[in-house]
């Protein structure tokens, strides 16, 4: 069963940065794997896409202050956080586009305004 570890959470302030990982436990070079996260109350949603070609989507609320970005060398894949804001408040987790791995245990972001 293929493993998701999720990692670079925390505490930050409105305008704060932080880099989160995903440790995948096989290569998963073949994969679109994406950044999904879900705020409390509300459904899961897809933060930020990476196909194997290279090709990115993201939601419109992060587009220009969030990066996705992989290592296939490592089985890591990351996603650069900048401009934080209270709104992305979340538990962030990674899996494919769609996702079909059993979920890891999420990494807790949290912005303070």
């Known amino acids: 069963q293929v493993q998701l570890v999720e990692s670079g959470g925390g505490l930050v302030q409105t305008g704060g940065s932080l880099r989160l990982s995903c440790k995948v436990s096989t290569s998963f070079s073949n994969d679109i794997m994406a950044w999904y996260r879900q705020a409390p109350g509300k459904p899961r949603e897809l933060v930020a896409g990476?196909?194997?070609?290279?090709?990115?989507n993201y939601l419109d609320s992060v587009l220009r202050r969030f990066t996705i970005s992989r290592d296939d060398a490592k089985n890591t894949m990351y996603l650069q956080m900048n401009s934080l804001q209270p709104e992305d408040t979340a538990v962030y987790y990674c899996?494919?586009?769609?996702?079909?791995?059993?979920w890891g245990r999420g990494t807790q972001v949290t912005v303070s305004s």
């Open positions: 899996n494919r586009d769609p996702p079909v791995l059993t």
């Open positions: 990476l196909t194997i070609d290279g090709r990115t």
